[in-house]
């Protein structure tokens, strides 16, 4: 091929500069990122959660710093496993997308998982004998559908289907389609803000320890509980390391990568906790939620009434199903790509629909997993399994940056020797956080990957491909 028709190949321009990136890792983020978990996170830290959302904040913004730098060196992968293998072992690599792919396949269960649950809140739910009662005695389909009361069961099939069609016809949102619902997030947010100030403005007897109390309670403060509540609120800044993949598209991308990442998580942090700090302040207790899962949506009921309560429940099903659908699309995509290096069987897992050229197999697969997965476990397990495989990720780049920015550099600085250093520390902590049952889950699935990856290399004596499918 001559120069004159590479140089007609279309490629990829250099045109986000650093507000597009920051903007990029926001919308992909959600700035409404912490009211599903809200809840979850009160219960276990006792109250504490501004505190364990700005601790979140403090591991991610060193791992931050690591993605920031190994994309530098990888511009083309953007990705914890290739960083891992390459800059370490090629087995090291494939055990971190290993765990990673928990990350992936659990987002779009606790997302099936929390839209089931805050569709109840248009619909209640009613007991099984309630419900059959209702029903024909052939069960008409049309009864079930057009019922007053739906069960959580119904909510969970339609969300799962609603995942797996819109990945299966290949629908994809665009960019400024994702925008615009971060606009209207960001707008209902502010409307939850100004009916917390009227709230507290109409409030009687809010003494100085009031304002205080959502950072140290000390009648309910525990390091242990506070840690598992971190290790579930750190779940907010989850996508962060989705920037670095754009290296090819932004302008001066050694610098930019970097800044971006960092003020993602950063911007994330502080909105997250005046978030939770206003809902602290509105609802002090941590235990006496209606539903834990949706405890958000309560609170914006207690100081906006009825319109805010649906409105802020609506656009957190909203988020959650954009967010939802995107990560079952990315699973079936990370199952591919490691089906056609045949990291797993290719037949199955590397097939790709001939029609709207997706990987179909892998949308069923994921849709069937997040299904029964919504019926056996709950918002929390599924939220913490995800930061188990996160997690280890995270701590995977974090040394990778060490190895080749400090132990291979001709030149040792202290900049370059801290950031990932805490970084990895303040990762394994939260991960050690973790709630026991959520270590088992998640050693027993890395331990899975362990062995099929030693039969696949005989013993790890022949490297196994593990590469992130391309766009």
């Known amino acids: 091929m001559s120069a004159n028709q590479d140089a007609a190949k279309p490629g990829l321009i250099r045109a986000l500069r650093l507000p597009e990136l920051v903007l990029y890792g926001i919308v992909l983020i959600q700035p409404t ?216 598209e932004a302008e001066n991308p050694r610098r930019n990568i970097l800044l971006a990442t960092v003020l993602t998580c950063l911007i994330t942090g502080l909105l997250a906790s005046l978030q939770v700090y206003a809902a602290q302040l509105v609802w002090p207790g941590y235990n006496d939620f209606p539903d834990a899962d949706t405890a958000f949506v309560h609170i914006s009921g207690k100081v906006g009434g009825p319109i805010l309560f649906l409105l802020v429940n609506l656009a957190l099903v909203v988020a959650t199903i954009g967010s939802g659908s995107g990560a079952h699309l990315a699973a079936g995509r990370l199952l591919y790509g490691m089906g056609r290096d045949n990291a797993i069987p290719r037949r199955f897992f590397g097939a790709i629909d001939p029609r709207y050229h997706v990987p179909r197999n892998n949308i069923i697969l994921v849709g069937v997993v997040a299904l029964a997965a919504a019926f056996a476990m709950s918002y929390q397990l599924g939220a913490e399994l995800l930061n188990f495989g996160a997690f280890l990720g995270f701590m995977g780049v974090n040394v990778s940056a060490f190895v080749r920015y400090y132990v291979r550099a001709e030149r040792r600085t202290l900049g370059n020797l801290v950031p990932p250093i805490l970084g990895f520390l303040v990762c394994f902590y939260i991960w050690l956080s973790l709630r026991p049952i959520a270590q088992m889950v998640g050693l027993g699935w890395l331990s899975l990957g362990f062995i099929y990856g030693a039969w696949k290399t005989k013993g790890y004596r022949e490297t196994i491909a593990f590469r992130e499918p391309k766009d």
């Open 33 to 248: 990122a912490p009211m599903p978990l809200y809840g979850v996170v009160c219960q276990e830290a006792r109250g504490h959660v501004v505190t364990a959302v700005l601790i979140g904040m403090v591991a991610v913004l060193f791992t931050a710093i690591s993605y920031g730098r190994m994309a530098r060196a990888y511009p083309h992968a953007g990705s914890a496993y290739t960083y891992v293998g390459r800059e370490l072992r090629p087995s090291l690599g494939y055990l971190t997308g290993w765990a990673m792919l928990f990350d992936y396949v659990m987002n779009p269960i606790i997302c099936v998982i929390w839209c089931s649950k805050a569709a109840m809140n248009f619909i209640p739910p009613v007991s099984l004998a309630e419900y059959q009662s209702l029903l024909p005695s052939w069960c008409s389909t049309a009864a079930i559908v057009f019922s007053p009361k739906v069960p959580y069961w119904y909510w969970a099939i339609c969300f799962a289907l609603l995942f797996t069609s819109m990945n299966l016809r290949g629908i994809k949102a665009s960019a400024r389609t994702a925008a615009l619902v971060a606009a209207a997030l960001g707008i209902v947010i502010v409307l939850f803000f100004v009916a917390v100030g009227l709230w507290l403005w109409r409030a009687h007897g809010l003494g100085p320890g009031t304002f205080l109390r959502p950072f140290y309670d000390p009648a309910t403060f525990s390091w242990k509980s506070l840690s598992t509540g971190v290790s579930i609120a750190a779940l907010t800044y989850i996508g962060f390391d989705a920037i670095s993949t754009l290296s090819e």
